[in-house]
């Protein structure tokens, strides 16, 4: 693969085209990446009708990439009509060239820990990549921002029906809908983000705390930003609705733990009070997230090159 970079002393971003496809993502890495060193691995995937571009605004987990040691990679998906969405025939060959891309720049045995971070349609398309052999064997989290939650949730029936003109999934009943992820045949820390008005309530317990036979959850801290986030749904601007989301500012975090879980697993639930679907998350709630993740087991990439 060819990289471009940009950037100064407290910031590196590069454009890396993967070679086999001619497609390119944006990689964040620490500006001094030291030869051995352990580093945390982010795959972050936009949602349906978004671009890595955006996806990196929402989730700015780059402004932290030399304080925790983190390696960012934020492509696009390939399909555009009738909106960009990630589709397993166009895109997994691509999502593997990109991890197998960072795991040869730095080395399998310096990737402490691996996780996948995705928006909406992008972590549901997270929760598929989990069912596949290749994903089980080196992923080691799942942080879904607004992209399903491992377990029941119930999204209020003004979600999408105002701001959407294709046919939707009801968003009650017990088949599939949005807000649900399916549970996956691996072991991984689970982080799940929401915003208070794209669902009708949290649930008190999570199926995945009890797999890991996690105590019931504990509220901390509340996480207070005074700072806004960066992006929003700019081509609703008007006619959204505070479930969808609206513009962005500052606000208020929940933060429930699920302590004592098995092998230290991290798994925890949050809510951005008076928030929707689609304002990008503020500076301190994008840090204390980062903080979960890495405080995490990790590992898995690291094993499959023989310890």
Not at 112 to 125: D, E, P, R
Not at 135 to 150: F, K
Request: hydrophobic letters at 35%.
């Amino acid at each position: 693969m060819a990289a471009t970079t940009i950037g100064g002393p407290e910031m590196h971003s590069e454009t890396v085209v993967d070679e086999r496809t001619g497609r390119k993502f944006t990689l964040d890495v620490p500006s001094d990446v030291r030869p051995g060193e352990p580093l945390v691995f982010l795959l972050s995937l936009h949602g349906g009708g978004s671009v890595g571009a955006w996806q990196r605004l929402y989730f700015p987990a780059f402004e932290y990439a030399d304080r925790y040691r983190l390696v960012i990679a934020t492509p696009s998906a390939a399909t555009k009509e009738p909106s960009r969405r990630w589709v397993a025939e166009a895109d997994d060959d691509h999502l593997r060239n990109v991890v197998e891309y960072v795991f040869a720049r730095f080395g399998r045995q310096d990737i402490a820990a691996f996780w996948l971070v995705g928006h909406s349609q992008g972590g549901m398309t997270s929760n598929r990549l989990l069912e596949q052999p290749y994903w089980q064997e080196r992923v080691d989290g799942w942080l879904s921002l607004s992209g399903g939650r491992i377990g029941p949730i119930e999204l209020p029936a003004s979600f999408f029906a105002p701001v959407r003109n294709v046919a939707q999934p009801p968003a009650t009943g017990n088949g599939p809908r949005p807000g649900r992820a399916a549970m996956v045949g691996c072991d991984i820390s689970f982080i799940f983000a929401s915003g208070e008005h794209e669902m009708v309530s949290l649930p008190e317990s999570s199926p995945w705390a009890e797999k890991y036979g996690a105590g019931p959850r504990v509220r901390q801290p509340d996480i207070v930003d005074e700072q806004p986030g960066q992006v929003h749904d700019a081509s609703r601007e008007g006619r959204s609705t505070p479930a969808w989301g609206l513009s962005p500012r500052p606000g208020t975090a929940r933060l429930w733990l699920y302590p004592g879980a098995r092998d230290g697993r991290v798994i925890a639930d949050v809510v951005r009070l008076d928030k929707g679907h689609t304002e990008g998350l503020e500076p301190r709630i994008t840090e204390k997230l980062i903080q979960l993740m890495v405080s995490a087991p990790g590992g898995k990439v690291w094993a499959l090159t023989g310890g």
